[in-house]
Antibody, heavy 121, light 110 residues
């Protein structure tokens, strides 16, 4: 069974940093591209970042470019999101999402349960 | 303001059919595949449709997807109370080099 388990969410002050982790199991992690998607309280989905299977391609949403860094450790089946210079508008549930392998486009076929990041003083 | 436009809400009676629209532009829907997600209250999103009209295994054929030009549509037939959820469309935007989602549509089964 595919499992994605996020961790690392917390209450942090504006300007602070946080590192999110996503532990993957039940599939061959090294063959899949991965993403982070967030959802502010009561709001819709917002894509945050993408990383290819080999880390050779990385993309960010404009709203986090220069502040967030996505990475992965294929040996440990783990995905990460380093979040710096956090702002109140970064408050959201952050989901780790697997990109469907055989899709011609971009689709996320497995999601974690999410981890809550709250940025507030 | 989302790049993709969806109606905020739709409603229909049990057993009926409903459609949810998703409008974009040539840089996103017009030249890329569309996916659809269902988010039940308090849970993570779930993939319903990928590549415009393909259903992952386990998704009933009551759910269907289509695309025409710069718009896409999700159809749900035989509505059940368990279908009450938020539905999102998503695709790649070639101009933004980013994944974009619609603002979401809340489905109420009356």
């Amino acid at each position: 069974e595919v499992q994605l388990v996020e961790s690392g969410g917390d209450l942090v002050q504006p300007g602070g940093s946080l590192r999110l982790s996503c532990a993957a199991s039940g599939f061959t992690f090294i063959t899949y591209s991965m993403n982070w998607v967030r959802q502010a309280p009561g709001k819709g989905l917002e894509w945050v970042s993408y990383i290819s299977s080999s880390s050779s391609a990385i993309y960010y949403a404009d709203s986090v470019e220069g502040r967030f860094t996505i990475s992965r450790d294929n040996a440990k089946n783990s995905l990460f999101l380093q979040m710096n210079s956090l702002r109140a508008e970064d408050t959201a549930v952050y989901y780790c999402a697997r990109e469907r392998y055989d899709s011609g486009g971009t689709s996320f076929d497995s999601w974690g349960q999410g981890t809550l990041v709250t940025v507030s003083s | 303001q989302s790049v993709l436009t969806q109606p905020p809400s739709v409603s229909a009676a049990p057993g009926q059919k409903v459609t949810i629209s998703c409008s974009g532009s040539s840089s996103n829907i017009g030249n890329n595949y569309v996916s659809w997600y269902q988010q039940l209250p308090g849970t993570a999103p779930k993939l319903l449709i990928y590549d415009n009209n393909q259903r992952p295994s386990g998704i009933p054929d009551r759910f269907s997807g289509s695309k025409s030009g710069t718009s896409a549509t999700l159809g749900i037939t035989g509505l059940q109370t368990g279908d009450e959820a938020d539905y999102y469309c998503g695709t790649w935007d070639s101009s933004l080099s980013a994944v974009v989602f619609g603002g979401g549509t809340k489905l109420t089964v009356l």
